[in-house]
C-alpha cells in the first residue's frame, strides 16, 4: 500500500519563513491542501471587510488627541460607501460645508505641514496605523515647524488632501490613507505628501510612503522618510517626480552628505 503523505510538500518549503507571500503551498494531487484553498478564502475575507468596515472616527479621534493634536472631522462629497466605491471622483472633494468651515479656521501663516487622515479603501489600516505613525513623527517633529489641527476625513481618496491643504492654507500636506488591501495585508497605510496643495494637483506632484505597518515598514522609518521628504519639499519647493527619496543614503544639509552615483 502506498504509504506517501498526502500533501507533497513544494522544494520551495523552506523560503515561507520569509515571507507572507503565497508561495510553496503544496500540493495534493492536482490540486491545493485544503489547509491553503481555506487560508486564501479567510485572506479574501478579511481585504472585503476592510474596504466595507466603517471608520471609527470617535476612537480615531480620541487616539489622536492623547498625542496632544487637536482635530477637525470632514466628509467627502461621496455621501456613503456605495457611493464611494462606485464615484472615485467624488471622493476626491471635501463636502462645500466642510470646506467653508476649514476656510474659516484657517490662519496667517498656515501650517508647514498639514495631517489629513483618510480611510480611504481600508480604514482597518487607519485605525491600527495612523495613530502610531503620528506619534512617530511627532517625537522628531522639526524645531520651528508649524503644525495645524489634524483632518479627520471620511469617504476620502488621496486628492482630497489638497482641497483641504488649500483651504487652510497648508504649504505641504500629508495624506494618511487606508490602501487597497492586499490578501496578505488588510491592513497597510499609505502617506502621500504634496507640496502647495490645491484642487487640481496630479499624482506626479506628490511623493508616496506605502506599506506602513508592523510586517511591513516600521512606524520610525515611515517617519524617517516623511520628514526627510518633507524637508526637502521645503528647501526644493516641490514634491513628486522632482523629489527622489535619498532618505536612506543622504543627511539634510550636509555638506558631507554621500552622493549618489551617476548613471
Not at 489629513?116 to 517633529?141: F, T
Request: with cysteine; hydrophobic share 40%.
Amino acid at each position: 500500500m502506498d504509504d506517501q503523505p498526502l500533501v507533497r510538500q513544494d522544494p520551495w518549503q523552506a523560503l515561507r519563513r520569509h515571507t507572507r507571500a503565497r508561495i510553496a503551498l503544496g500540493r495534493v494531487g492536482s490540486s491545493l491542501p485544503t489547509r491553503e484553498v481555506l487560508d486564501f478564502g479567510l485572506s479574501h475575507a478579511m481585504a472585503r471587510d476592510a474596504v466595507h468596515l466603517p471608520l471609527d472616527t470617535d476612537a480615531l479621534r480620541q487616539a489622536i488627541e492623547s498625542l496632544g493634536h487637536e482635530t477637525v472631522e470632514v466628509a467627502s462629497r461621496a455621501g456613503d460607501r456605495h457611493t464611494y466605491l462606485l464615484r472615485p471622483d467624488l471622493g476626491r472633494r471635501v463636502a462645500p460645508e466642510d470646506v467653508e468651515r476649514l476656510r474659516g479656521m484657517a490662519r496667517q501663516p498656515g501650517p508647514d505641514l498639514l495631517f489629513v487622515v483618510g480611510d480611504g479603501l481600508s480604514s482597518l489600516a487607519v485605525a491600527r496605523q495612523a495613530a502610531p505613525l503620528l506619534a512617530a513623527v511627532q517625537a522628531h517633529w522639526p524645531e520651528g515647524w508649524r503644525s495645524g489641527p489634524v483632518v479627520i476625513a471620511r469617504q476620502s481618496r488621496v486628492a482630497l488632501a489638497d482641497e483641504v491643504g488649500e483651504a487652510m492654507g497648508a504649504r505641504m500636506v500629508a495624506m494618511l490613507i487606508g490602501e487597497r488591501p492586499g490578501l496578505t495585508s488588510p491592513d497597510s497605510l499609505g502617506v502621500y505628501l504634496t507640496w502647495a496643495p490645491r484642487v487640481g494637483c496630479h499624482d506626479a506632484q506628490r511623493n508616496c510612503i506605502s506599506n506602513i505597518r508592523p510586517e511591513g515598514l516600521s512606524y520610525a522609518a515611515a517617519a524617517h522618510k516623511l520628514l526627510w521628504l518633507a524637508r526637502e519639499a521645503s528647501r526644493m519647493q516641490l514634491t513628486g517626480v522632482g523629489l527622489k527619496d535619498e532618505s536612506d543614503v543622504s543627511v539634510i544639509g550636509g555638506d558631507d552628505a554621500p552622493q549618489l552615483p551617476k548613471v
